[in-house]
């Protein structure tokens, strides 16, 4: 009879603690995720060795043509999505606008704690997306680029260096934080791949300077 409540009182120890566990995953800090893992340097690589060579035209662009922070779910945007995605303990109003959480930007090793410090960066930006085969297409694939949250596509950083960045390809700028590089062109490479985008020469260049030393 010892040896029988003995065991009953190691079972129920043993649920008390996966219930105290169970809580924990519930109520604990919330895992930060990031852009969506590009492809390997090898397969960036080859995707990049597939892209047509062109020269870029901008003519026509505007921003207007690649309808953005569409609603994703709910109340929530895609620019809300990736502020959640990316960033750490965020917590969201009713209207899915972040009110608290902080950010780590991988292109400059910043952090913030209000959403208001923080863009949303277009990893191609669609400027360069336009000059590279995007004038082509319908409003309906370009809002995909715009809003893709399945490829490495957006991802929040520093609000002015998304904007020192501009439209500008890997020739001409690069995230400051050189351990973030390789991504960054694995990144560059699997989007353009996958949307059939062109590279300029000095683009083709420079990425394959880079994924070389990936």
């Not at 709910?74 to 969201?92: M, P």
């Not at 400027?127 to 809003?147: F, K, P, V, Y």
């Not at 390789?182 to 994924?211: F, H, I, N, P």
Request: aromatic letters at 10%.
């Amino acid at each position: 009879m010892a040896k029988f409540y003995a065991r009953r009182r190691l079972s129920i120890l043993a649920a008390l603690t996966g219930l105290i566990a169970s809580v924990g995953l519930f109520n604990g800090p919330t895992a930060s995720a990031a852009l969506p893992t590009p492809v390997s340097a090898a397969t960036a690589r080859t995707y990049l060795a597939s892209l047509t060579v062109a020269t870029e035209d901008r003519t026509g662009y505007n921003r207007d043509l690649f309808p953005h922070w569409i609603t994703q779910s709910g109340a929530c945007n895609t620019r809300e999505v990736v502020l959640k995605r990316d960033g750490t303990n965020v917590v969201q109003d009713s209207a899915c606008a972040a009110t608290s959480g902080s950010w780590s930007s991988p292109y400059d090793g910043a952090t913030w704690t209000a959403a208001s410090d923080v863009d949303i960066d277009h990893l191609v930006p669609l400027a360069e997306a336009w000059d590279s085969g995007a004038s082509g297409w319908t409003t309906s694939r370009r809002q995909s680029l715009a809003n893709d949250l399945t490829r490495p596509q957006l991802i929040a950083v520093t609000d002015n260096v998304n904007q020192a960045k501009g439209d500008q390809d890997p020739a001409t700028w690069m995230p400051s934080v050189t351990s973030y590089r390789c991504t960054y062109v694995r990144a560059w490479v699997q989007v353009k791949y996958y949307y059939d985008l062109s590279v300029d020469s000095a683009e083709k260049s420079a990425l394959t300077g880079y994924l070389n030393n990936c």
